[in-house]
């Protein structure tokens, strides 16, 4: 469904995505996983549109993305929801969703705002609620939803479970693992690497811009390697 | 929507409070009932509106801090003079010539706001403050550089850059007139403004921006206002919007810029300068950002206010900055705003019932 090949991407004199190559199936979750500043964020960015590759190709459903402008990625089914929680703050919850369904034409929206309801029981009972007054975990939610909102063929999460408490990462993957056996393909980038190899088909380990090592889900948390650097032993 | 049934409340007083407003003041104005000083002020209060409203749309409602929005009133005026001035024999009735030259400096002020917002408003940050601060200081030295004259052989202009030339330089015939002498300005203008056309284009301006707040567009310029990464997101052309809310702001601006210009005998660009940009984004401010009726109560207050501060003498400065404090509470104020919400039902209230 998503294929990167070789992409280079660079902030000025800072070069800080080398040569990554990666794919993502249909009906797959895959998970970029990396320490801080590895880079999982500017690879979003960059499939999103919103930073450009030097190098290499994206392809979405057969289709080169290269070119394509930022706003027109959304069209073409690809929802990105962004690192950091960034709902509309001044907004209801109902009208954060709405603006994830813009570019779509008005039919079916009320049916699809049901169904991301369904999925977030939570965001129905605050749907009067103004954004900037929901609880951490509650925005995440809210975040997810509004890209779902576009109905995607590939959904991009960066760092769902980010600042979260215990109890709120786990509630975040198991919508995670629910909206998977739905049939959304997700691209899923994680610092919990715990967390993320348990729900993964796939994943993807990101060092300093390089990806060091792939593999399944089970794999990689069965490694030692893996266990020692980001398990915590 | 749900939040429409408040929305168009609000937006119906604020015509009504404003058309009620027009009529008393023209009976009094008609009636002869009127200072000369007040009955002089009625044309460019509308202008002064029409400016706040529109720079309110871009300030308030798109999150943009313009610096600059007195160069596009310039220019709509100059324009407009030029239109209104050289269609004089063409177009004999007045009111079709003043709306021709108000369209002029609409347009004129929309190609300019094109030309400055397209490079700006691609660039992430706060740009668009230092651009258009430089270009309301560019635009007066244009102008100030600009002869124009008419004559049977149509419109001349010549752009005094050297600043040896004078209007004689544009060899205009006998009965020709000169319409923009450099830095003298415009001279000779047939004054056309009227307090109703005034009122009209406070109107006009007031459809357009509530309008465009309440439609789709409008509301994905409040979503790139509110969070630029999360707009990007969900597929929204960002630059497009940021453009439609200046440019159309731009051409508000150039209309009132049209209709100002056209109620003098003379007009000079330094009347545009900087302090006259920095005192529409005051009325802007202390209305309240994004609060359309907010800017037009400060713009009435602030602007009559010099006047009858005139019995203060020395004491002037003082009560006007206590009259800034004061408008500023009342329009920011939380307070005045649940009163205000008794008598409006809330969004929640309205979906409570
Ligand atoms: N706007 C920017 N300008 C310059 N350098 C940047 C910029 N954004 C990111 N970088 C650099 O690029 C590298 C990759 O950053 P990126 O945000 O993609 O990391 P990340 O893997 O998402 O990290 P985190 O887990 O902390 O979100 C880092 O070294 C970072 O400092
Ligand atoms: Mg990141």
Known sequence: ?233 | MKNLKKATKVDFATYLGVTVSFVIMYILQTGGHLSSSIAGQLVPICCFIVMAVSLNLVVGISGELSLGHAGFMSVGAFGGIIAAQSLAGAVPFAPLRLTIAIVVGALCAVIIGFVVGVPVLRLRGDYLAIVTLAFGQIIKDLINCLLVGYDSHGLHIMFNISGLKSINDLHLEETGKAIIKGAQGAVGITKISSFPAGFILVMLALVIVLNLIRSRSGRAIMAIRDNRIAAESVGLNITKYKLMAFVLSAAMAGAAGALYGLNYGSLVASRFDFNTSILVLVYVVLGGLGNIWGSIIATVVLYMLPEALRQFSNYRMLVYAIVLILVMLATNNDQLKALLRRIIPTRKEADAQ
Not at chain 1, 106 to 132: C, D, S, T
Not at chain 1, 154 to 173: K, R, Y
């Open chain 1, 1 to 233: 469904m998503l294929k990167v090949n070789d992409i280079n991407v660079y902030y000025g004199a800072i070069h800080a995505i080398k040569g990554v190559s990666f794919e993502v199936n249909d009906g797959e979750i895959v998970t970029l996983i990396g320490a801080n500043g590895a880079g999982k964020s500017t690879i979003l960015n960059t499939v999103s549109g919103l930073l450009r590759s030097k190098t290499g190709s994206i392809e979405f459903l057969d289709k080169p993305l290269g070119t394509v402008p930022a706003h027109k990625i959304v069209e073409r089914g690809i929802a990105h929801v962004p690192e950091g929680r960034r709902v509309f703050l001044q907004m209801t919850v109902e009208e954060n969703l709405e603006m994830g369904a813009y570019t779509r034409p008005n039919a079916g929206v009320a049916a699809h705002l049901e169904r991301v309801y369904e999925q977030f029981p939570r965001l129905k009972e605050r749907r009067r609620q103004i954004a900037g007054t929901l609880s951490g975990g509650e925005q995440q939610m809210l975040a997810m939803g509004r890209g779902l909102m576009s109905d995607p063929k590939l959904l991009m999460l960066d760092e769902p479970s980010m600042g979260l408490a215990p109890i709120l990462v786990e509630q975040i993957f198991e919508i995670i693992a629910s909206l998977h056996k739905a049939g959304t393909t997700i691209l899923l980038v994680e610092q919990n690497a715990r967390m993320a190899l348990s729900v993964a088909d796939r994943a993807y380990v990101l060092e300093t811009g390089k990806i060091a090592i792939s593999g399944t889900g089970k794999e990689l948390a069965a490694s030692d390697e893996i266990r020692k650097a980001y398990l915590g032993g």
